[in-house]
C-alpha cells in the first residue's frame, strides 16, 4: 500500500486502542463513507495488518439521497481494490417519516452493520463529533445516557462490537494526516447545510466558543468522559439489582419491585425494556405504567413498547419480543436423557416434526388422554404462551411429547428422551421457585 505511514503517532495510538488484545484472529469491518474521517481510519487499520491479529473488510451504505450517490460507492470501490480490503456495498431506502431525515438515514446504516459477519464494525466518529453529540443531547433535553455520548466500545448486537477508536482524535488530526498521506475522500455537500442541526452548531454556533474558549472541544470531552463513568456506575449497581428481581427460573417478580422507591422502580423498568430489547420507552410511558404495576390489585396489565410489549400475569412481568407470533414456533427444544421418555427411534428428525399446539392435540397418560389445552392450563403456562407451545408430532402416531411438561404415556420407556428448553421454564408457573 503506497504511502504506508511506519512510525506515525495517530497509527500508534490506533494499535493501543485494539479492542481484542488477547483475542487471535479478530475481524474487523470499517463503516466506510468514502469522507475523509473514514478513508483515514481504513488507511490506519490498513497500515496495521501485519503487526496486528486483522481480517480487515469495509462495508458503505450507499443511502441514494443525494446525486452523487454513485460516484461516492465507486470511490469507495476503487480505493478498497486499490487497498486490498474487501467491500460490500448496501443500497438501501430510507423512508424517514416521523423520524427525520438523519435518524431515519443512521437507523438504516446500523441496520446494515448489524449484518456484518465481522467481530467488530469500526466507525470514524473523531473528537469533534464527540463533543458535538454531548451539545446535541443538552439541546434536545437529553438524560446521563444521552449526555455520555458515544462509547469507544459497545455491543451492536449478540455477535458484533461497535468500536469508535478514533474518539480522543480531532479533525484537524485526521485532516493532517490525511494530506502527509497525499490521501483523497470525497466531500458531502450536505455537510454545508445549516438548516441541519449538528452543521449549524458545527459551522455557526461553535466557532464563537472556540475563540473564546480556546480548549472546548478537551473541556467536553473531559466532561462526557465523567459521565461515562457514572453511567457505567449508576448501571453496574442498577443491574446487580435488577439481576435480584428475577426468580430461578428467570421470571420478574413485582412483589419484590414493589419494595423499591419509586425512583429505582422507574429505573429497573428501563432496564427491563433495554435487556429485553423491547426499545427505549419514553419517560411518561415509564411513569404510567410503574403507577399501574405498583398497584397490588391489578392482576394483569399490558405495557405497550416501541420493539413489542411486556405483560404482568401472576404476580410476574414478562417480555414478549415482536417476533412471538402465534402459531409460529418459539424455541427448538433439544432431546435430553431422562429416567423415563421416548425411544430413540421416536426422536428421530426424519420421523416427526416440531410445531405449536393445534385444536384437538392430545397426549394418552395412564388413564384416558387429555387434551394439550388442558395440560398447559394445568401447569399455569400464561395464556399468551399457549399458542406457541413446541409440540413434537411423529409422523406415525401423533402428537408424543409437549416440551418440558409431558411424553406420550404407552410409548415412553425406562431411561428415554424428554424435551427440553431452558427458556420455556419460566413459563410454568405450577413450578414454584425462590
Known amino acids: 500500500m503506497e504511502n504506508s505511514p511506519t512510525n506515525n503517532p495517530l497509527r500508534q495510538y490506533l494499535a493501543q486502542q485494539w ?28 497500515s496495521l495488518r501485519n503487526e496486528l491479529p486483522l481480517e480487515l473488510s469495509a462495508v458503505h451504505v450507499h443511502h441514494g439521497l443525494d446525486a452523487p450517490a454513485d460516484q461516492w460507492a465507486e470511490f469507495c470501490h476503487e480505493l478498497c481494490a486499490q487497498w486490498q480490503v474487501p467491500l460490500r456495498i448496501e443500497r438501501v ?19 446494515c452493520f448489524a449484518q456484518s459477519h465481522a467481530d467488530a464494525v469500526a466507525l470514524a466518529h473523531h473528537a469533534d463529533d464527540q463533543a458535538e453529540t454531548l451539545l446535541l443531547a443538552a439541546l434536545r433535553g437529553g438524560g446521563l445516557r444521552a449526555l455520555s455520548a458515544m462509547p469507544a466500545l459497545r455491543a451492536l448486537n449478540e455477535r458484533i462490537s461497535l468500536w469508535r477508536p478514533l474518539l480522543a482524535v480531532s479533525r484537524t488530526e485526521l485532516l493532517a494526516y490525511a494530506q502527509e498521506h497525499k490521501l483523497t475522500w470525497v466531500e458531502d455537500s450536505s455537510n454545508a447545510d445549516t438548516t441541519l442541526l449538528r452543521n449549524w452548531l458545527r459551522r ?30 449508576l448501571e453496574d449497581y442498577g443491574q446487580a439489582e435488577h439481576n435480584s ?19 429505582r422502580q422507574t429505573h429497573q423498568l428501563h432496564l427491563f425494556a433495554r435487556n429485553h430489547r423491547l426499545g427505549s420507552p419514553r419517560a411518561d410511558s415509564v411513569r404510567q405504567f410503574a403507577a399501574t404495576l405498583a398497584n397490588p390489585a391489578v392482576r394483569q396489565a399490558q405495557w405497550p413498547l416501541p420493539h413489542s410489549r411486556a405483560i404482568l400475569y401472576a404476580g410476574c412481568l414478562f417480555p414478549i419480543p415482536a417476533e412471538w407470533i402465534p ?68 409422523e406415525q402416531h401423533g402428537c408424543l411429547a409437549a416440551s418440558n411438561l409431558q411424553t406420550h404415556y404407552h410409548l415412553s420407556v425406562p431411561n428415554g428422551w424428554q424435551a427440553q428448553a431452558e427458556e420455556l421454564n419460566q413459563f410454568i408457573l405450577s413450578i414454584q421457585t425462590t
Not at 472541544?217 to 459521565?227: K, N
Not at 426422536?347 to 399446539?357: A, C, E, L
Open 245 to 263: 428481581l428475577y426468580d430461578a427460573a428467570g421470571r420478574f417478580q413485582v412483589a419484590s419491585w414493589r419494595q423499591l422507591p419509586p425512583l
Open 204 to 233: 455557526e454556533a461553535l466557532p464563537p466558543w472556540q475563540e473564546r474558549v480556546p480548549h472546548l472541544t478537551r473541556q467536553l470531552l473531559a466532561t462526557v468522559g465523567r459521565l461515562q463513568h457514572d453511567l457505567a456506575l
Open 327 to 394: 402459531g409460529k414456533l418459539l424455541v427448538q427444544p433439544v432431546w435430553q436423557p431422562a429416567a423415563h421418555g421416548l425411544p430413540e427411534n421416536l426422536i428421530q428428525p426424519n420421523s416427526g416434526i416440531w410445531r405449536t399446539p393445534q385444536p384437538g392435540d392430545t397426549l394418552p397418560l395412564p388413564h384416558g388422554r387429555k387434551k394439550i389445552s388442558r395440560l398447559l392450563q394445568e401447569k399455569k403456562v400464561p395464556p399468551f404462551m399457549r399458542a406457541l407451545w413446541p409440540m413434537w408430532v411423529h
Open 93 to 111: 431506502q430510507v423512508e424517514f417519516g416521523r423520524l427525520g431525515l438523519e435518524a431515519a438515514a443512521r437507523a438504516k446504516r446500523y441496520r
Open 19 to 46: 479492542p481484542a488484545p488477547n483475542a487471535g484472529r479478530f475481524a474487523v469491518e470499517v463503516g466506510f463513507s468514502g469522507g475523509l474521517d473514514s478513508v483515514v481510519l481504513l488507511h490506519l487499520l490498513c
